[in-house]
């Protein structure tokens, strides 16, 4: 009797092991570098289906993992999505049975988490948490990951943290405190419409001859940077290479353009198709995201461009739409400095339209990135407290860039009026015919420096992105060589080790342009302690300055010169200073408490 259960226990023993051991296996292979701040993903075995499934797996199957900080308490709900065979970007799969997370922790410590997997009608895009049924496999399952410190240095972001809007005008790096200027390319619109990206989208007969292959930037390809496929990639990992080198921030990019200027552009399996996405395509883009992280670049996703303004569900928050949001946050909301763009040029959504797309960002969307819209209808309608924007991407319609400054400060101040502060950058200065051209048309930049770059700067703007004019070489359509504005990235470059090289808290500064006596001057300040003064054509700078002693000197925004020691230096107060510019081309005054500068 004794023996006979000392075998039933061994037996039950085994069995407990057993189930334990699938718990812990359904429970997900956790890879990525278990530090803060980097991706951390958890892979799933799954039902197996396809791209073309019945019933469509992007809709019948809702992944969702609650994460909980031990500690803290702090918790994120993440959303997942179909990963085909795990290795799509490389195999170009389109079946498998390998389902997906990525999470960006927050904190060190231990990290539980817990799985949801239902299965439905159109559950993945029902925000009831009982929705549709269990769909078995991983649902229910829970696990664990202890994360480390970052280990990240410089540029890369993952040793900032996340890019957050703090209720400032300027969005702010979680980790360091920093606070962000961008400078970079908005244009070509159709950065992703990329012959190394699997799809038929480059022969359906829709505008292929805008298809990219980025040749002139795979010199800039480096080794040990990402390709696919064996060795596809290298062209636009090149361009994202260049602009860093330059010292830019910021990208742009339209992730949906079916019935726009290109048409290339779409996350789906075809160009006719709105509810099926294509894994292999967007497990590539995710490469391209991922090393623009680690290089400090700013991730602009111009969800929609106008003509689609309303291709999703007429504009609505329907089925198409709310799948399509779904996809880009699980799929890239863990990228550390982003915003949603939700849309470019927006002009027939309906204010109810516009409020809901960025409350279902906001809402959705773990890390609750920074969420804009783009010009068409000047959308004073979404300020303050009618919608979840934070900020605006500026578009103004002046070939010699003469509105950014004053269109800048119109939508923060309004923004400031209606009791929310909005991030404004400007996202298409120019106009649409010229925006930037190229160096060759237009060797010193007079008009894109002093009335786009510091135009905006120096009305607290957050910075800027470079349109490429239709009627020029490299357009916004066609350039495949960012070494066309070379000259203009120097200059953008110059403008923003400017402010971080000075310590200038741009972010604490505000305009008041009647300052000095030239009303052409722009005038940036914090009272009592900072005040800079751009001066278009030289002159003479009269300011009061009522109180403390403090240094002044010059920099030079054409060249750099004055970036490591300011030029023609001297010191004043407490009085009224009167110097005067180096020359009459444009110079920048800064002004600061003794001993600050």
């Known amino acids: 009797m004794v023996k006979h259960l000392k075998i039933l226990w061994c037996a039950v023993c085994l069995i407990l092991i057993a189930v334990a051991w699938c718990q812990a296996a359904s429970a997900g292979q956790i890879s990525g570098e278990l530090k803060k701040w980097h991706k951390v993903t958890l892979t799933f075995d799954g039902p197996r289906t396809s791209e073309t499934a019945e019933p469509n797996p992007f809709l019948y199957y809702r992944l969702n993992v609650h994460f909980t900080h031990e500690n803290s308490g702090k918790s994120y709900l993440v959303p997942g999505y179909f990963a085909a065979d795990g290795n799509a970007a490389n195999t170009g799969a389109d079946s498998g049975n390998k389902w997906r997370v990525h999470f960006a922790p927050d904190r060190v410590g231990t990290w539980k988490y817990r799985v949801s997997f239902r299965k439905g009608k159109n559950v993945a895009v029902s925000d009831d948490k009982a929705a549709g049924r269990s769909a078995g496999f991983m649902d229910g399952q829970s696990g664990s990951a202890d994360i480390?410190?970052?280990?990240?240095?410089?540029?890369?972001?993952?040793?900032?943290?996340?890019?957050?809007?703090?209720?400032?005008?300027?969005?702010?790096?979680?980790?360091?405190?920093?606070?962000?200027?961008?400078?970079?390319?908005?244009?070509?619109?159709?950065?992703?419409?990329?012959?190394?990206?699997?799809?038929?989208?480059?022969?359906?007969?829709?505008?292929?001859?805008?298809?990219?292959?980025?040749?002139?930037?795979?010199?800039?390809w480096q080794r040990g940077d990402p390709t696919w496929h064996g060795g596809k990639g290298k062209g636009i990992i090149g361009a994202i290479n260049y602009l860093a080198s330059k010292g830019m921030n910021a990208f742009s990019f339209l992730t949906l353009n079916i019935g726009g200027d290109d048409r290339n552009v779409f996350p789906y399996i075809s160009y006719d198709e709105l509810e099926r996405l294509d894994v292999s395509r967007l497990e590539q883009w995710e490469i391209v995201f991922s090393h623009g992280d680690k290089l400090g670049m700013y991730l602009h996703f111009k969800t929609l461009e106008t003509e689609n303004e309303l291709l999703l569900d007429k504009g609505d928050l329907g089925i198409e739409r709310k799948l399509y949001y779904r996809e880009l946050i699980a799929r890239f909301s863990h990228h550390l400095a982003l915003n949603w763009n939700l849309g470019e040029e927006i002009n027939n959504a309906s204010t109810a339209q516009k409020a809901a797309w960025a409350n279902y960002f906001w809402t959705h969307d773990p890390y609750q990135h920074h969420i804009v819209i783009h010009n068409g209808a000047d959308h004073y309608d979404l300020l303050g407290s009618a919608s979840k924007l934070t900020g605006f991407s500026l578009q103004t319609n002046k070939s010699d860039f003469s509105r950014v400054h004053s269109r800048t400060k119109n939508y923060i101040d309004r923004s400031v009026a209606a009791g929310k502060p909005w991030v404004v950058a400007c996202d298409e200065p120019g106009d649409a015919s010229h925006g930037l051209i190229t160096d060759a048309e237009d060797p010193t930049r007079d008009n894109a420096r002093k009335n786009g770059l510091w135009g905006n700067i120096m009305a607290g703007g957050a910075g800027i992105e470079w349109y490429f004019g239709y009627k020029h070489p490299h357009s916004d359509l066609t350039c495949q060589d960012y070494r066309s504005r070379d000259k203009m990235w120097d200059q953008c470059r110059y403008a923003l080790e400017f402010f971080t090289k000075n310590n200038i808290p741009f972010w604490e500064m505000s305009c008041n342009d009647s300052l000095t006596q030239n009303p052409d001057d722009y005038c940036f300040f914090k009272p009592g302690e900072v005040y800079i003064i751009y001066l278009k054509n030289g002159g003479r700078v009269q300011l009061d300055i009522s109180a403390g002693e403090f240094t002044y000197g010059w920099f030079n925004p054409r060249n750099g010169d004055g970036l490591d020691t300011l030029l023609n230096t001297g010191k004043v107060g407490p009085n009224t200073l009167n110097v005067a510019a180096p020359d009459e081309n444009d110079w920048v005054l800064l002004i600061g408490e003794t001993g600050t500068i």
């Open 148 to 220: 480390a410190a970052t280990d990240k240095i410089g540029r890369d972001f993952r040793a900032k943290g996340m890019l957050q809007y703090v209720g400032k005008h300027h969005l702010c790096f979680a980790e360091t405190g920093e606070y962000f200027l961008k400078c970079g390319a908005d244009a070509p619109e159709n950065f992703l419409a990329y012959k190394d990206f699997d799809g038929d989208f480059k022969t359906d007969g829709h505008k292929d001859n805008f298809i990219k292959d980025w040749a002139p930037h795979v010199r800039d």
